[in-house]
């Protein structure tokens, strides 16, 4: 049972729930972005929570199946066909030996997941199934889909059923203007109170620079507070001494151009980073696209749990009423 | 929230992570406490702890926060932070000496760097011209020189899979220092050989970066199929590890290029030697216990 890629798209990968445990030797988490429409797929075609799913961005993929299965596609607003003909979106559909999935115009959104019932059996390299391309490991032989590559899609799919529909009050809207939480901290001491300010105020522009790596903003400048550098750090006003880096944390070289870190992020570096983005709110910035606009909002501690708690809690109540 | 170079700083990477920045200031003593407090996390297996990065003087730890909350957290570091206390001086690290052929002023990264000029603090020069200046060299070769005078220490790693972030072995004054690109470049040689800060790397694959690039190493620290031996056998996808000391050895195009050919026959190894090192006794005798390292990797 496989699938055959007759178009690949654009950027079109192998994802799961990622690569935990391996980022002190500088393997990010990588995984789908957008977690949200990753999980729903798979509750919708009736799989394990961790199984592996394609995540395309901007175009989809066509695809060619050559076995009877049960397939859903999640995330970006985009006409998906079978053979042609329209099908719903967030919801799961039968598909036929010989059958095609295809994609129109993206119509809001950045990035669509096709869940299969199954799951797409790639090797698992160190304990994942998701694709870093960056160093081309992982997924399908480390890299993005070609034309002419088949997929083996995996057997143990849980209860593979058509016509499970997501609610239509929970399929998430992809606002002009996206809005994330940002708590703000790790070396937000760096900027002054008025460039922090002026950061939560701007709408930021999404630049052509954009992918699973990271998320490079135009919109406004931002100044360091002068200091004598710490050893270590250099001399230039927005270097510290090399660290960590969070997944979603932000960074602004040289005052321009904020970049957020997204899952296949470099995990340290010595840039200055004034927060990071919710974990859940990752989602968001993953369906932005090259000229949307995003907005920061900042959030405590507490703030940032709540907005976790919130969306993993519909989450949960999603999968529930999907089993 | 102030920054001074002694106080211990605790605060949240978003809802999943928490950072812990020791000093803003990069030093052994504060490094080896970095390690010991990310070594007894590691140890006490704390459930809801995902993800433990040691750092150059600090660290990360990724946190479940549906399992364990994220101010909990800081409350075992900060415990255990006071427990593990200052760097005691008998403390002995297991560790290896590498040997890491290196070509400096190598005409890969040169083209590269000769590109992104705009995004460098000095747009007429080269990057190793600019970093003699700023040291105070009179000459890029006594620069040079100097880059692989003595070994250094893998204090990190990460950026992408198998980067060490390398330390000189050398007391403070003679520590080259450099700033990171004003931005970051989006283009940088598989292998480049590269400093910013305080500290020396080899970018294991091609990609962005900010280091100033100073040279090419021939050998690969990246392999992600695990093709050459040094890989296979130890089954990593990265050759280097927290701890390691590598001495960087200037090699010509000769002998860059033999290197390169053993690679792509599969048959290179690195040449290294295990080793002890004790950072106190380092810290009493920078250049006898370097010279005395030496002496195990090539003697």
């Known amino acids: ?44 075609v009736g799989n394990e929570p961790g199984a592996a799913a394609l995540e395309a961005v901007y175009l989809g993929p066509t695809l060619e199946f050559t076995e009877d299965t049960v397939i859903a596609v999640t995330g970006a607003e985009i006409p998906a066909f079978v053979d042609g003909e329209e099908i719903p979106t967030w919801e799961s559909v039968a598909v036929s030996s010989g059958s095609v999935l295809s994609f129109g115009q993206l119509r809001g959104g950045a990035r669509p997941y096709v869940a299969v019932a199954g799951g797409i059996d790639v090797p698992l390299y160190y304990g994942s199934r998701s694709t870093y391309t960056l160093v081309g490991i992982g997924g399908f032989q480390g890299r993005a889909l070609r034309a002419g590559d088949e997929l083996a899609i995996g057997s143990d799919a849980r209860d593979p059923k058509a016509g499970r529909r997501l609610d239509a009050g929970d399929v998430p809207v992809h606002p002009s203007t996206a809005e994330v939480h940002l708590l703000v901290g790790l070396h937000s001491y760096r900027l002054t109170d008025d460039s922090l300010a002026r950061f939560t105020d701007t709408e930021w522009k999404v630049t052509p620079d954009a992918n699973r790596v990271g998320y490079r903003f135009r919109g406004a400048e931002l100044e360091f507070v002068p200091r004598e550098q710490p050893f270590g750090a250099g001399s230039d ?35 200055a980073t004034l927060g990071t983005v919710v974990s859940v709110d990752r989602d968001r910035l993953a369906q932005t696209k090259t000229g949307d606009k995003t907005r920061f909002v900042a959030v405590d501690l507490d703030g940032a749990l709540e907005v976790r708690k919130d969306r993993l809690d519909a989450l949960d109540r999603i999968r529930s009423a999907l089993s | 929230m102030t920054a001074t170079e002694t106080e211990t700083r605790y605060d949240h990477g978003g809802d999943e992570f928490v950072y812990v920045e020791l000093s803003a200031a990069m030093s052994l003593p504060v490094h080896f406490r970095s390690l010991a407090i990310t070594r007894r996390l590691a140890e006490e297996a704390i459930p809801g702890v995902e993800e433990i990065a040691p750092s150059n003087a600090s660290y990360m730890v990724r946190v479940d926060p549906d399992r364990l909350h994220p101010r909990d957290l800081v409350r075992e570091l900060q415990r255990i932070e006071d427990e593990v206390g200052e760097l005691s001086d008998d403390l002995v690290v297991a560790t290896r000496i590498v040997d890491v052929p290196i070509m400096l ?9 000769m590109k992104f000029r705009d995004r460098h603090q000095d747009p007429n020069g080269t990057d190793l011209d600019y970093g003699a200046r700023i040291n105070g060299y009179s000459s890029t070769e006594d620069f040079i020189d100097a880059l692989a005078a003595s070994p250094y220490l893998v204090t990190m790693m990460g950026f ?17 220092e450099v700033p990171k690109y004003v931005r970051p470049r ?39 199929e695990q093709r050459l031996p040094d890989f296979a056998e130890n089954d990593s996808v990265v050759f280097f590890q927290h701890g390691d000391v590598i001495n960087y050895r200037r090699v010509d195009r000769e002998e860059y290029d033999d290197v390169r050919a053993q690679v792509d026959a599969g048959t290179w190894r690195y040449s290294y030697k295990e080793l002890e090192f004790s950072p106190s006794r380092f810290l009493a005798d920078p250049d006898g216990t ?4 030496k002496e195990v990797l090539y003697g």
């Not at chain 1, 729930?17 to 980022?23: A, F, H, I, K």
């Not at chain 1, 040289?254 to 899952?263: A, F, K, W």
């Not at chain 2, 002023?105 to 760097?113: I, Q, S």
């Open chain 1, 237 to 271: 006003p927005a270097n510290v001494t090399d660290c960590g880096y969070p997944v979603g944390s932000v960074q602004v070289p040289g005052g321009v151009e904020p970049i957020v870190l997204l899952q296949d992020a470099v995990t340290g570096g010595g840039y």
């Open chain 2, 160 to 176: 992408v899979p198998g980067l060490p972030w390398c330390f000189q072995l050398v007391p403070r004054e003679r520590q080259v």
């Open chain 2, 186 to 224: 989006t283009e940088t040689p598989e292998r480049a050989f590269g400093f910013g800060g305080a500290f020396a790397v080899i970018y294991p694959v091609k990609g962005a970066g900010g280091y100033q690039l100073f040279g090419s190493a021939p050998a690969p620290i990246f392999d992600g």
């Open chain 1, 1 to 44: 049972m496989t699938i055959r890629v007759q178009d690949p798209g654009l950027e079109t990968t192998v994802q799961d729930t990622g690569r935990l445990g391996y980022y002190s030797i500088g393997f990010p988490p990588s995984g789908a972005l957008d977690s949200f429409a990753y999980h729903v797929g798979n509750a919708l």
């Open chain 2, 105 to 113: 002023n190598d005409p890969w990264t040169h083209e590269v760097l």
């Open chain 2, 290 to 293: 370097n010279a005395a390292m």
